[in-house]
Nanobody
């Protein structure tokens, strides 16, 4: 198993930035494909970005491409999400996930382990 704990959320004004972190413990972090999802109140969970084992390839949802950047540091067992140009509609609980499949990385069912999330609130 792998345990995931997110941090870095908070309240930010529109146009601002936040860097989210996801600390992993347990099994070898570098064995997992990692991803970020978010869920706003009353809405379905939304895929944001995924990154391959070594970080050589990334995949983004169209809604965040160019604004968000996913990265990982396997030596620190940590996943990151740099969020820029935040909008009020980005308000949600942001969660990281770990899985083993790179085909269709936007599918939540491909991920076996999830963190509890960190709240991001963007004020207008």
């Amino acid at each position: 198993q792998v345990q995931l704990v997110e941090s870095g959320g908070g309240v930010v004004q529109a146009g601002g930035s936040l860097t989210l972190s996801c600390a992993a413990s347990g099994r070898t972090f570098s064995r997992y494909i990692m991803a970020w999802f978010r869920q706003a109140p009353g809405k379905q969970r939304e895929f944001l970005a995924a990154i391959r084992w070594s970080g050589d390839m990334t995949y983004y949802a169209g809604s965040v491409k160019g604004r968000f950047t996913i990265s990982r540091d396997n030596a620190k067992n940590t996943l990151y999400l740099q969020t820029n140009s935040l909008k009020p509609e980005d308000t949600a609980v942001y969660s990281c996930a770990a899985g083993s499949r790179w085909d269709a990385p936007f599918l939540a069912v491909h991920y076996d382990y999830w963190g509890r999330g960190t709240q991001v609130t963007v004020s207008s």
